[in-house]
């Protein structure tokens, strides 16, 4: 299904990634917003983000998606919608690791997280 072509070119993306993480700076800060693309993107969402923004980004993107995820999970009542939402958001963040093009799908996560809390809000 994969070409070896396809692997050595996706090896040689990790591994620059992997050559910029290792500078301190770039770890911490990144290099700024796109440099990823402008160099060989690693086609991987969170080393990507590390090298454009560095690791405190990362964090707080992860905990902006997360967040939604833990605030339906802890309601009492599942909906299939619910359960669906979840099941998405752990999709997307699985698919991250292989495929780097999927930042506007996270933004429709979450504003489809907070349709369904503002849908439960108005029903109460």
Not at 35 to 57: E, K, R
Request: proline share 2%; aromatic share 12%.
């Amino acid at each position: 299904i994969v070409s070896k072509a396809s692997n050595s070119d996706r090896i040689a993306r990790l591994k620059n990634a992997i050559v910029e993480i290792s500078n301190l700076k770039t770890m911490f800060i990144g290099n700024g917003i796109g440099y990823s693309t402008l160099t060989q993107d690693p086609h991987n969402f969170y080393l990507s983000t590390i090298i454009d923004s560095g690791i405190l980004i990362l964090a707080i993107v992860m905990m902006v998606l997360t967040k939604p995820l833990l605030m339906v999970s802890r309601t009492p009542a599942k909906s299939n919608v619910i359960l669906g939402c979840m099941f998405l958001t752990i999709y997307y963040m699985f698919i991250s690791l292989f495929y780097w093009q999927v930042r506007v799908l996270y933004f429709v996560i979450i504003l489809l997280f907070t349709f369904v809390n503002i849908s439960k809000k108005s029903e109460q």
